[in-house]
């Protein structure tokens, strides 16, 4: 059974960057849309970015021009890199994964995400 490993979290603060990363071991068969969520204290689960079999990705607007997703496919690895943090991004950030070649239009609902990381904690304070 594959299982996903998020790393790089941590604290920094508001204006610093950090690079998470979410490592798939094990074997995973077929092709998988890759996704980052987040769930902020007191909130639900919400989706962040997501990353495409063919590297198309998309983002919320929330993240829009500071977050870029990417992937090493032979390393099994999607990273998040995240530029000019601010406090309201503080969250446990989780990577998951849906099958399929392509993202569906509904990849932000956590009810269509087959595979969830354990989450790295992020914390953005002065």
């Known amino acids: 059974q594959a299982q996903l490993v998020e790393s790089g979290g941590g604290s920094v603060q508001p204006g610093g960057s950090l690079r998470l990363s979410c490592a798939a071991s094990?074997?995973?068969?077929?092709?998988?849309?890759m996704v980052w969520f987040r769930q902020r204290p007191g909130e639900e689960r919400e989706g962040v970015a997501h990353?495409?079999?063919?590297?198309?990705?998309e983002y919320v607007d929330a993240v829009k021009g500071r977050f870029t997703i990417s992937q090493d496919k032979k390393k099994s690895t999607v990273y998040l890199q995240m530029n000019n943090l601010r406090p309201e991004d503080t969250a446990i950030y989780y990577c998951?994964?849906?099958?399929?070649?392509?993202?569906?239009?509904?990849?932000?609902?956590?009810?269509?995400?087959?595979?969830w990381g354990q989450g790295t904690q992020v914390t953005v304070s002065s």
């Open positions: 998951g994964t849906i099958f399929g070649r392509y993202c569906p239009a509904d990849w932000t609902l956590t009810r269509v995400i087959d595979r």
């Open positions: 094990g074997y995973m068969h077929g092709r998988y849309c």
């Open positions: 990353i495409g079999y063919d590297d198309d990705s």
